[in-house]
């Protein structure tokens, strides 16, 4: 019910930077939170950044503890788009780089970190951090 569509990715030398887009359509009122995950071959998908998404919790931010001093993460609600500023990229930080979008309503704080958190998912775009 939500479409999400990554976009951004590229090659990139290690200290540079790259900004990935990811532009929901579909039910996006029902959106809780959005986020970021990375995957590169062979590994398991991990935590990148979140960002509430409605409620009192919108716009609220979160980072995997490797990237908080580097990345950030951002929305343009009227666009239906989160966004993920990398700055200071690494090399071992090549990975494909998902979208990720969560029905799941959550009271009080919570940091929706998980994959199981996330009920939608992008394509994926891919990010080549060279040495």
């Known amino acids: 019910q939500v479409q999400l569509v990554e976009s951004g990715g590229g090659l990139v030398q290690a200290g540079g930077s790259l900004r990935l887009s990811c532009a929901a359509s579909g039910r996006t009122f029902s959106i809780y939170a959005m986020g970021w995950f990375r995957q590169a071959p062979g590994k398991e998908r991990e935590f990148v950044a979140g960002?509430?998404?409605?409620?009192?919790?919108?716009?609220?931010?979160y980072y995997a503890d490797s990237v908080k001093a580097r990345f950030t993460i951002s929305r343009d609600n009227a666009k239906n788009t989160v966004y993920l500023q990398m700055n200071s990229l690494k090399a071992e930080e090549t990975a494909v780089y998902y979208c990720?979008?969560?029905?799941?309503?959550?009271?009080?704080?919570?940091?929706?970190?998980?994959?199981?958190?996330?009920?939608?998912w992008g394509q994926g775009t891919q990010v080549t951090v060279s040495a």
């Open positions: 990720a979008a969560s029905y799941k309503y959550k009271t009080g704080t919570y940091y929706y970190t998980e994959r199981r958190d996330y009920d939608y």
């Open positions: 960002i509430g998404w409605s409620g009192w919790s919108a716009g609220n931010t």
